[in-house]
């Protein structure tokens, strides 16, 4: 039996926006559409169903005719997943200091996953063969983890895009030293929309081994994927999403959405208009007396420095979040749905408080 009649009441006013988070940003029509349409009637659970096997030829049409999708309910889950299927029990995780892994998933990969994280400092958030080296050592030393994967984000937190060529040369390094590359791809379509390449050009063809392929900050209700671009890198990746409380019962909700993210053009067309906004966010403070953009702009994300209490005025109007609160920086994000009016109010605003200082 169907009902279009429910319980559940608006709570919130849909014509507000903010800055803080591209997960702040509803599901996508598309999306939202796609899930109506994988409901009604019976599908097997836990990953037999029609919509995760069609998933398949869709991840490989992206990734190659190797790869194989493994979809979870979130990023941290798809990151301790991937990075477990890549290392023994006595592996370590190089990443850069600033890295997801390392300070936004609550020790998730090191407690649930028991992974050692190795991180390096960097000043824009991307690795390098060279940074890679300054933990890449010791295989043989019992008193030391063994650094066995390179895990890079693409988009990385600081909002840098690596090219195709950084991204090979750090897998050709880091196979040479017998190691695997893992990519966090939770903003990997902002990534491909700012180097106007398919996502493939610096995954698999790059050498990539594994990927967490993020949905949610590009217009998915919920749900992510691990993608497995080399099989011979990796070990029961099945039993390693169970065990690690990833895999879906109705799987099938969240495959179809990855599917109406991934089949056309949508995950394209979401994440280029996400790295405009933030584009033209980042062109409208450029001028203002007092404002800083700390990283170059190359996907969704605008880091800026400005006096603290000017932020903390500013964040009574709109969200966002401090990165550095001592130093005075923020962190503005562009969403799928974030308009050119949310933009323009914005930057409006951020004059109005530096005039007022």
Request: glycine letters at 8%.
């Amino acid at each position: 039996m169907t009902s279009s009649r429910t319980a559940a009441r608006r709570h919130h006013d849909p014509e507000v926006r903010g800055f803080a988070s591209d997960n702040y940003a509803g599901a996508h029509p598309e999306v939202l559409a796609a899930l109506a349409v994988a409901n009604g009637g019976h599908q097997v659970a836990y990953g037999e169903d029609d919509y995760t096997d069609h998933l398949q030829q869709v991840i490989r049409g992206h990734f190659g005719a190797s790869a194989e999708a493994f979809p979870v309910f979130n990023g941290t889950g798809a990151n301790v997943v991937a990075l477990q299927a890549l290392t023994d029990r006595w592996g370590a995780v190089v990443c850069a200091e600033s890295a997801h892994i390392n300070v936004d998933e609550g020790g998730a990969p090191e407690r649930v996953g028991g992974i050692k994280l190795l991180t390096v400092p960097t000043p824009d958030g991307k690795l390098t063969p060279e940074l890679i080296d300054r933990q890449a050592w010791g295989w043989e030393d019992e008193h030391r983890a063994m650094p066995q994967v390179v895990s890079l984000a693409q988009n990385t937190e600081l909002g840098t895009v690596y090219t195709v060529e950084e991204i090979r040369a750090i897998c050709e390094h880091a196979h040479r030293h017998g190691m695997k590359v893992h990519l966090d791809g939770a903003r990997i379509a902002n990534a491909a929309a700012s180097l106007d390449v398919p996502m493939r050009t610096f995954t698999n063809a790059a050498g990539v081994d594994i990927l967490s392929l993020g949905g949610t900050k590009n217009g998915a209700l919920f749900g992510e994927a691990v993608v497995v671009i080399n099989p011979d890198a990796v070990r029961q990746m099945k039993h390693l999403r169970k065990l690690s409380m990833q895999l879906a019962s109705k799987m099938r909700f969240v495959s179809v959405q990855l599917e109406a993210l991934l089949a056309k053009d949508l995950w394209l067309r979401n994440a280029r208009h996400a790295n405009e906004m933030a584009a033209r966010l980042a062109e409208g403070v450029r001028g203002v007396g007092g404002v800083e953009i700390l990283h170059e702009v190359q996907a969704n994300a605008v880091f800026a420095r400005l006096p603290q209490e000017v932020s903390r005025r500013l964040q009574k109007r709109y969200r966002f979040y401090f990165w550095d609160e001592n130093a005075g920086d923020v962190r503005w994000m562009c969403s799928f749905d974030t308009t050119q009016d949310d933009v323009d109010g914005f930057v409006a605003a951020v004059k109005e408080e530096m005039a007022a200082a």
